[in-house]
């Protein structure tokens, strides 16, 4: 057998990299418009009948020039990753920008394959593309594909056997290699040649005999040392020698990794060098300026190549998505729509889990029913059954029946609107409030993903380019409340402020109580962005860009599946893998007797005076303690406490569940500072743990600990004290 | 003297070309990265609700950048504004 190709996937974000990937793979990698989701390689099998290959898919970038973390990887990826291809995918409806990054990977690479995807709404949008002309200019492979219907796969992996038996691909061979004006176009290896201005090709000039120099040299050596018999299939001497001209720190470690040398170091360049560098200097190109050359050089490229293979029927193809944009953010609907669209999606999560809600529980506790039958017939002893039945049984069903219906419900709708392309206009529309607070836009991303997972938001925080106000997006993720913490403020709402009695009406208020709450939230997370930046993270906005995407209409079948298999189910998964063993715990917490209370009570007890200063009671702020691992479990601890004993009561009605907290002294001071503390209080030990890996320092998690605790308790103090007051 | 004019002089509709960046370091980096080089065409096609920033159609694509980036990208206005 063959050995293994390694074939890379690049390409811009969000022009259907991933479905590329997966189709190639049938791996569910859901990469998605979440910005930053891939900042690591991802990696797939595939094999056809000739060879078996290793997909890696690498994080969506504009340009190669590394000047984010995403950046880097992929280019160091295309760089020294030793791929036998890349394989660059492409957008059909805005091919030239995208040409940008194919320029780059040939410059590199000589093995490059391009896949135009999105070729059926480009077409839509009357723009058509002449893939044979777009091949001829390139010298490479060129694939017209629909990646979503799967089309054009089967050409790639043709592609891909034809590139792996040629080794070098041939194309270039029957493709003029010479341009017009008689330039040579590609390098020996069929690396593409950009066309630089004078100055700049002068200095490579004298510079690339140099590196070359230094890689057969190196070439030599790791023949010796028989690391390898194959070439170096990384990038070539022309590139080396422009990129020891426009110098960068980041790139260095890379090429001192490839070469296993200080390629300044070896005496060909240090001769070499300031030869060159004196040359640019008397051109008048300083490093700002040779890099906006370089730039130059690369676009015109890109535009020239685009006259020749893309047509566009109409002048602009865009009025459509400037309409909606003109709605969506526009000055007096811009907010509204935003809050109502919020509004909306809370209503029909509030109303479509209700029955599917009811009736999990119902038959989740029938079967509860059953077991316990089944441990009396056994004749197990009642603490086995108190522990597996009482405990972790009952715990775990609650967590399934209260949070798999509204996570189904929430994942999917929420995904749509990411499909849709509307997430990236809410950080437009709110960019300005958090410049006032002296973040960045990008916050407003992943406050959004904090709705589904804070750890999840706090990962995302990566997108963010600059640490300050990336640290400031960290420390105030979690006062969004996650999946976990709505079913708890759902059902404490729905109880206390609106009555049980079922109808649209009553979802309706919940909905609007819950989107409340939320702002609630958002506002929070101002206050606390502003008072970071005054006080412990000083700084001013950085600069920052971001891109609106074309809007696209969705996928509503495969958004389903994938937010559900995806999202949902890996939620839900971790819940239950907490939920179970705390489920055991607390059930021995309130079944093990210190004198005549159980250990539960006796520490809710000592907590009471404390927990009431807050409108709360020791119950309620034990739950929260113990809900540390997942917020999911705060209500079946509150409930499971005051039943004390553990006898059996069925809380499947909500009416019941008031009931018996009505008869533990709760008010509606309790619901609100209950409410108001599950918005804000420590984060879940997951999203604990993500933020000590993101920031890499325990201050700093700590910090995130204490500034939602703090707002918490000074809210919850201040309304349980008014309302004292006046009661 | 001839005034100088940046992106933040045009509104919603109007058209420019790109005439020099006077940003330094990484926005400027960044601002190459999204095709701002001189020559290049640009539009703005919108404003934020709470007016800043802007978006610009730039190279097929649309592209918000706030005020005062925007007040580093030097341009020159078409004929006839």
Known sequence: MDRERVVAIAGNPNVGKSTVFNNLTNLHQHTGNWPGKTVVNATGYCSTEKFSYKMVDIPGTYSLMAHSAEEEVARDFICFGDADAVVVVCDATCLERNLNLVLQTMEITGSVIVCVNLLDEAAKKGIHIDLDALSKELGVPVIGMVARDGKGIDELLDTLDDMMDSERITVKAVAVCCADDGRRMYDSDGRYRICYPDAVEQAIAILEPAAEAVLEETALQYEKCRIGQRKLKGPGPRWLALKLLDYDSALDEGVRTYLQKDICQELPVREALPRAEKLLAQAGLDQKRLEEEIVSSVMATAEEISRAAVANEKERSDLKDRKIDHILTGKWLGYPIMAVLLMVILWLTITGANYPSQMLSKALFWVQDRLTEFFRYMGAPAWLHGMLVLGVYRVLAWVVSVMLPPMAIFFPLFTLLEDVGYLPRIAYNLDKPFKKCCACGKQALTLCMGFGCNAAGVTGCRIIDSPRERLIAILTNSLVPCNGRFPTLIAIITMFFIGTSKGAGTSLLSAILLTLFIMLGVGMTFLVSWLLSRTILKGVPSSFTLELPPYRRPQFGKVIVRSIFDRTLFVLGRAVMVAAPAGLFIWAAANIFVGDQSLLNYCAAMLDPFARLFGLDGVILIAFILGLPANEIVVPIIIMAYMAQGSILEMDSLTEMRNLFVSHGWTWVTAVCTTLFSLMHWPCSTTLLTIKKETGSWKWTFTALVIPTLAGMVLCFIVAQTAYLFI | ?81
């Open chain 2, 1 to 81: 003297m001839k005034k100088e004019f940046c992106l933040n002089d045009i509104h919603p509709g109007q058209k420019a070309v790109i005439r020099e960046l006077k940003a330094d370091g990484s926005i400027h980096r960044r601002l190459l990265d999204i095709g701002l080089v001189k020559g290049t065409k640009v539009e703005c096609v919108g404003r934020s609700p709470g007016g800043d920033p802007c978006a610009f159609l730039i190279r097929g694509a649309v592209i918000a950048i706030r005020s005062e980036d925007c007040g580093n990208i030097m341009i020159q206005l078409p004929e006839g504004v």
